[in-house]
């Protein structure tokens, strides 16, 4: 039977992570060898509410020419934006206050003037729940997972995270080598807002001594303690690797800021940490904060194979009906689960999970428990 689909639109939503372009490319090529046409829309919806600012009226065509030689591509050739959610629009007041606005009508309008017949969103929980209330307002289109923090239920991976993990790990590599040297102590702060899975593995791929995650509150006289006994032992540097969203025992996150219209700004736990450490233990400690570089360059190729394996997906999925799902990662295979059911809760790091076994096996310190006598690390 001929599919009703004539025209989709894919957007890109949220923080950029490395991938979103092989999502592009292949939903395109997907769409495009059913043929359908295929439009992106620039800046997550921005191209459709302000057409009026874009030259080129805010959608690219996506044709099999645009999305060539785009694979090795970090970023997003749609542009994105996390301040242009239509149900909470904000717009400033001549007195300078801000409201937020709901223009979901408006934005639907602006799909049927185009005769888009649905749409592929990839995005985070933000975007997500975008997606389901699009769905529920009538629009038809299935959701794609996107977010380097790994932090979505229902999907086993997410591309971006393999890339950020990687790069992390290597300038935490890096970072060895001079904190050995000068016999200090790194303090590595790393993305991922509410949830630790960047930092763990990072931490872990890389040998890190101590890893402080949003899951377990820390207290840093463990970390100090290892950081003493480490010394003792001869090992004079020691490298920790902190979550942004990590926070102490009974104290709260470190945040930077909020703008209007956007999640709160996470940032700051690690210099804390380094403050505290150096005089807790007399030995000279340094921050690195790694932030956006996480997110940037090329992705990986599980990121790249991720990321067209969860476009084709998309596009199956549409063709085969389904409307008001995400694609997911269940080994060996991607599935369609409601949209509801995927930014229901946050995935964070199971506090009974093998990697964490596997990390106090080996004695890196969670600063929750005081570190054994032979836990020195490398
Ligand atoms: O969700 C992805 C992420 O990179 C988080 O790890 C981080 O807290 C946040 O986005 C930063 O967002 P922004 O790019 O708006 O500063």
Redesign the pocket.
């Known amino acids: 039977m001929e599919s009703a689909i004539k025209r989709i639109a894919i957007s890109t939503g949220?923080?950029d992570?490395p991938g979103l372009n092989a999502v592009i490319r292949s939903a395109t090529l997907a769409a495009r060898n059913r043929g359908w046409d295929v439009v992106g829309i620039r800046d997550g919806f921005n191209g459709l509410l302000f057409p009026g600012e874009y030259p080129d009226g805010g959608l690219i065509a996506l044709t099999r020419e645009r999305v060539r030689g785009i694979l090795h591509q970090g970023g997003t050739i749609l542009g994105t934006t996390?301040r242009g959610n239509p149900i909470a629009f904000p717009v400033q007041q001549s007195d300078g206050t801000w409201l937020e606005v709901d223009r979901t009508r408006e934005l639907l309008n602006r799909f049927d003037e185009h005769r888009i017949d649905a749409l592929i969103t990839v995005g985070?929980d933000g975007s997500l729940t975008i997606g389901r209330h699009l769905h529920e307002a009538g629009l038809p289109l299935v959701g794609v997972p996107k977010?380097?923090?790994n932090d979505l239920e229902k999907t086993t991976s997410t591309f971006g995270f393999d890339t950020a993990v990687d790069f992390a790990s290597e300038c935490i590599d890096r970072l060895f080598s001079t904190a050995t040297s000068h016999g200090r102590i790194i303090v590595v702060e790393v993305?991922?807002?509410y949830a630790g899975w960047?930092a763990l593995h990072a931490g872990m791929a890389s040998g890190a001594h101590a890893i402080l995650i949003p899951e377990i509150p820390f207290d840093l006289e463990p970390v100090a303690a290892l950081v003493a006994h480490r010394e003792r032992h001869g090992a004079k540097f020691s490298i920790i690797c902190v979550a942004?969203g990590a926070r102490p025992a009974g104290g709260d996150l470190s945040i930077v800021g909020k703008a209007v219209g956007?999640?709160e700004?996470?940032g700051g736990v690690g210099a804390k940490v380094a403050a505290q450490l150096e005089h807790m233990t007399g030995r000279e400690a340094r921050t690195v904060v790694l932030g956006?570089l996480?997110?940037g360059g090329s992705p990986t190729s599980f990121d790249r194979l991720l990321g067209l394996r969860f476009g084709a997906a998309a596009v199956r999925a549409l063709d085969e009906g389904h409307r008001g799902v995400m694609v997911a990662l269940n080994p060996p295979t991607v599935d369609y689960v409601p949209l509801a059911d995927a930014i229901s809760r946050q995935k964070t790091v199971p506090l009974d999970c093998d990697s964490l076994a596997t990390a106090r096996d080996m004695g890196i310190n969670f600063g929750d428990e005081m570190p054994s006598r032979s836990a020195i690390g490398q």
């Open positions: 949220g923080g992570a996390n985070g977010t380097i923090d993305m991922g807002r960047i942004e956007q999640a700004r996470l956006h996480l997110r």
